[in-house]
């Protein structure tokens, strides 16, 4: 659909519909690609993760110009309200996701600029007596690393993890750290994550004691380190 502002014309379009018919879930997390054109994650019906790539800016195919959609992650090892999706340096797209089966957070490294082909999947958080994955946010780090929050829903907190390398798989030494940053009440609920100026997480989450809670990280893991603490 269009309609006409004062400065333009918007656009709405049916974006699962136009790449393939089936019923998109309620959790999408949406980016701007390096090439300027919208990229979305999202679940299907069946509990697939899929990845949408637009080929123009507002998803309308138009000449050779098409949307393309690949499904990256297996059915029944995902769960909704547990995606977000981030580009690296490399230009290429990541998505962190709720592994389904043990209620861990995974990373899903794309391989290409439409996740068709070489995609990486590993294990970024979770620990016995937690269950993490749901509200999730990502982001990428100052050093190009990912970086995660997400809600605990066990213990009713905010975890935070930072990995070690750009995918996340842990190689020369180099490996991933989660820990447990806030638990005022019942916190780690809608959480935002971004990267501020000097290169530190900031994140800001719900809480249902106090509604709207801040954190600022004072290293780059989130780990306190001398006088640098959270």
């Given at each position: 659909?269009?309609?006409?502002?004062?400065?333009?014309?918007?656009?709405?379009?049916?974006?699962?519909?136009?790449?393939?018919?089936?019923?998109?879930?309620?959790?999408?997390?949406?980016?701007?690609?390096?090439?300027?054109?919208?990229?979305?994650?999202?679940?299907?019906?069946?509990?697939?993760?899929?990845?949408?790539?637009?080929g123009?800016?507002?998803?309308?195919?138009?000449?050779?110009?098409?949307?393309?959609?690949?499904?990256?992650?297996?059915?029944?090892?995902?769960?909704?309200?547990?995606?977000?999706?981030?580009?690296g340096?490399?230009?290429?797209?990541?998505?962190?996701?709720n592994?389904?089966?043990?209620?861990?957070?995974?990373?899903?490294?794309?391989?290409?600029?439409?996740?068709?082909?070489?995609?990486?999947?590993?294990?970024?958080?979770?620990?016995?007596?937690?269950?993490?994955?749901?509200?999730?946010?990502?982001?990428?780090?100052?050093?190009?690393?990912?970086?995660?929050?997400?809600r605990?829903y066990?213990?009713?907190?905010?975890?935070?993890?930072?990995?070690?390398?750009?995918?996340?798989?842990?190689?020369?030494?180099?490996?991933?750290?989660f820990?447990?940053?806030?638990?005022?009440?019942?916190?780690?609920?809608w959480?935002?994550?971004?990267?501020?100026?000097?290169?530190?997480?900031?994140?800001?989450?719900?809480?249902?004691?106090?509604?709207?809670?801040?954190?600022?990280?004072?290293?780059?893991?989130?780990v306190?380190?001398?006088?640098?603490?959270n």
């Open positions: 659909s269009y309609s006409k502002g004062a400065y333009g014309t918007s656009t709405a379009i049916a974006l699962s519909s136009s790449i393939q018919s089936y019923t998109i879930d309620s959790n999408t997390s949406l980016a701007i690609a390096p090439d300027g054109l919208p990229a979305f994650a999202d679940f299907d019906n069946n509990n697939n993760l899929v990845f949408f790539k637009c123009t800016p507002t998803c309308i195919p138009y000449g050779n110009a098409t949307n393309t959609q690949s499904t990256i992650v297996n059915a029944n090892q995902v769960r909704e309200r547990g995606d977000s999706l981030a580009y340096q490399d230009g290429l797209p990541a998505i962190a996701y592994n389904f089966n043990n209620d861990t957070v995974w990373l899903a490294k794309c391989g290409n600029k439409d996740c068709s082909s070489g995609n990486t999947f590993a294990f970024v958080a979770g620990e016995s007596g937690s269950s993490l994955g749901r509200f999730l946010t990502l982001a990428i780090g100052s050093d190009n690393m990912p970086i995660v929050a997400t605990d066990t213990n009713a907190s905010l975890y935070f993890a930072k990995c070690g390398t750009f995918n996340c798989i842990p190689a020369n030494g180099a490996t991933n750290t820990l447990k940053i806030d638990k005022a009440g019942s916190s780690g609920t959480n935002s994550l971004t990267v501020g100026q000097d290169g530190l997480p900031a994140i800001s989450t719900h809480d249902y004691v106090d509604p709207l809670r801040f954190i600022k990280c004072g290293t780059l893991n989130c306190p380190s001398g006088s640098a603490t």
